[in-house]
Nanobody, 124 residues
Framework: QVQPVESGGGLAQPGGSLRLSCTAAERNFDYFAIGWFRQFPGKEREWVGCISSAPSSHYADFVKGRFTISRDDAAKTVYLQMNNLDTEDSGVYYC??????????????????WGQGTQVIVSS
């Protein structure tokens, strides 16, 4: 798998929004599921959500109603729209690709290729 590349991180105020992008130059990009993860220094990486090939989106409880994952297969890009940000959303956000991208995706499917991350800082 080709290593995906994240972009769109930066500084946001609490209650603000950011949109992250994940691109991967895979020939059959539309066959892949894409997962989003985040990590704050000193803490374990946690699953944020994912989007399958169907496409079907799934989210961790702590972002439901605030974050939305979508995909543009023609552009080989998956987006993570983050609204109503909280300071606890700060961290480095990573996307990862999975060959098992059919109807469903989850935190525990095998993600074979990871990006290097983009930093999100939520602060007033």
């Amino acid at each position: 798998q080709v290593q995906p590349v994240e972009s769109g991180g930066g500084l946001a105020q609490p209650g603000g929004s950011l949109r992250l992008s994940c691109t991967a130059a895979e020939r059959n990009f539309d066959y892949f599921a894409i997962g989003w993860f985040r990590q704050f220094p000193g803490k374990e990486r946690e699953w944020v959500g994912c989007i399958s090939s169907a496409p079907s989106s799934h989210y961790a409880d702590f972002v439901k109603g605030r974050f939305t994952i979508s995909r543009d297969d023609a552009a080989k890009t998956v987006y993570l729209q983050m609204n109503n940000l909280d300071t606890e959303d700060s961290g480095v956000y990573y996307c990862a690709t999975s060959h098992h991208g059919g109807a469903y995706c989850s935190a525990i499917v095998r993600y074979g290729s990871w990006g290097q991350g983009t930093q999100v800082i939520v602060s007033s």
